[in-house]
């Protein structure tokens, strides 16, 4: 650790080549601190205060001034000027100058000569004044928004991941390899640049942290007291590993609860508010669910490799074991009976209030059982692995199949089912990279839709209207339907798993996370092909 004393506060600093730079409050100009000497030079001097600044990989610097954006060179020339409306943080991405409003949109500019590219408003609950933004590399940037840290690509202009922070994001700074945030409890977090994944955690300064700035060798703390003072803290201690996050491998919604299982064995129970997801319990089931249910009373349903578990309201009792007959490859719930599909191609069936198996239906000898949905009434969908008979909708009074559809290409089989609240449509994804969308009453496949990548979670809106994909390569998308057809809107996603739909949309991902749909920036729609 080392300690520099600044004459005056500073707002921000930033790596300038061997040097910093400097703003102090109120200032016409950057200040070029040499660290070796500690002298300081005045840099981009003009008529009005500096607002805020950014450095380049290539030291070049932009500026927001007033009403302006500049860029400036290393040799500190003014290569333009762009009249803006007022902005609060300002960075320099590969081709792109990127500009955080005052009303908390993004700005996108050309580096060569400042013309308007378009803008980014993302939705958050936090005031605009207190977004941070910061650039990582290759035309990645990273806006904080409250406890929320997300990934933006400034050429698409879309989202790439989110990650949150312990507390809510008071500065920022990244490079290629991390991204370090100070948070209002006084603590500093380090994120990995390339996955999010969180790293070291420590407290900086105990008046608060006012700056951060990433150097080569070190990470450089400025606290929040009148001293104004500066410590550096060398880089591979930002890299501690921490433990390992549990991915999200099951997820369910019923009204506003939602449930959410990771590989741990731990299942939370949240409640969306707004755009917001409140954890209410957690239950620790012991292994990571394949299936989770909410009944109508609240109860929740976990199903294990070994075990079924049910714990009821408000989720403080141990959960009631029942045996299961099989590690189960798929599961599906209603208020009376679970249903477990198989690696042999059989569903077993289970009376929840006795606690004990009650059958089994023997029902593809092909291939495993990849997917269940239980239908209102007496059917029950079930999706296998199979080469053909993929989709079979069975009536579970009578144990028979009384449809069996092969809405899928030869040699691919189905990877996950969901049905609209009243029965009427089932949507099947194929890893042919399609979603079916199946009558079951008539036993007919209605429509098909193509998708970029093979859908591993599907979730119906309430109406019915929308459904909610996630993909295999972790981003999702809305579908809409429409009497002309149908269109697919990418939310911009990465690194989701799981997705239910509730009174809102619930996304689980693979760091162990939970977020409401709600939190995401309106898509932008595309047309999808979708054929009889």
Known sequence: MGEQQLEKLATSVARFGDEWLVLAEKQKHLGRVNIDDASTAPFAAGKKAISAFGVGRDDTVVIARGDAVELWSRDGERRWSTVHAPVQD????????IALGEDGALYFFSREKGEALGALRLASPDPAASFRLAHIDAGIVILALGEWLVWIDATTR????????R????????????????VEDGFVQAFRAATGEPRASFAAHDDGVAGLALGPDALYTMSGGDAG?????ERQTLDVTVRAASPVCAIASRGKLAAVGDRSGRVRVVESSGSDLHEVAAVACGEGPVGVFIAKDETLTVAGSRVMMRVSPPYREPP????????????????AYAFAGTQAGAVDVYELAAGRPLTTYALSSDDRI??????AGAMLVVGTGALDGRVLVVDVVDAKVVHRLSPHEEAFGVTCLASDARGRIVASGSDEGSIALLDPQKGR???KIRVSETPTSLAFEPTGRRLACVFADGTAAIVSFAQKGATVADLGLRGATHVAWGDGLVFGFKDGNAESGDRHAPPSERPAAARP
């Open 167 to 182: 507390a809510k994001v008071v500065e920022i700074s990244a490079d290629a390899e991390h991204v370090a945030v100070a």
């Open 320 to 335: 009631r074991p029942i045996a299961l007959r099989a590690a189960p490859t798929a599961f599906v719930a209603d208020d």
């Open 90 to 97: 300002v960075v320099l991405a590969r081709d792109h100058v």
């Open 229 to 233: 003072e500066v410590r550096a803290c």
């Open 158 to 165: 879309k989202t790439v991941r989110r990650v949150r922070a």
């Open 370 to 375: 990849t997917a269940l949905v239980r239908l």
């Open 445 to 447: 496949v209605l429509a």
